[in-house]
């Protein structure tokens, strides 16, 4: 069983949240795509997601979608390490959650940049990404 991630593939914050997630799922639970791709974009389609509200993250989890501070929450969960203690955090109420997650996302580009291209994926990873 696996979970997919769809990520903003040009964001360099999320570029690297995606490997920080790499290094921390040994096991290879989650599979990789950004929003931008084709795949990205039927999932969204599929689950009816706002494509304008929901420009950063969507974990897809049996057959379920999560937005926002959820799917960060929820891929947390999965973790090695101390990681899964932040789970914890789901007790906030999601309008609160997601105030704070959405704020930080609105400002990503300005504080991490932006890249012209997605992410490309090194060789060692590759099959983790759809």
């Known amino acids: 069983m ?11 914050f999320c570029n690297g949240a995606v490997n920080f997630v790499i290094d921390r799922d040994k096991a290879g639970y989650f599979k990789f795509a950004p929003l931008q791709s084709e795949i990205g974009e039927k999932v969204r389609d599929e ?23 959820t799917a960060a929450l929820r891929i947390a969960r999965r973790l090695d390490g101390f990681w899964p203690v932040f ?4 007790i906030i109420p999601k309008p609160v959650r997601d105030l704070g997650y959405k ?10 940049g932006k890249l012209d291209t997605c992410m490309i994926p ?9």
């Open 2 to 12: 696996s979970a997919l991630i769809l990520f903003d593939g040009v964001c360099n």
């Open 47 to 69: 689950h009816r997601i706002d494509k304008p509200e929901t420009d950063s993250i969507v974990l897809v989890e049996n057959g379920r979608a999560f937005t926002h501070s």
């Open 87 to 90: 789970y914890g955090l789901i």
């Open 103 to 112: 704020l930080f996302a609105k400002y990503r580009y300005r504080l991490f």
């Open 122 to 130: 090194t060789p060692d990873v590759r099959a983790r990404f759809l």
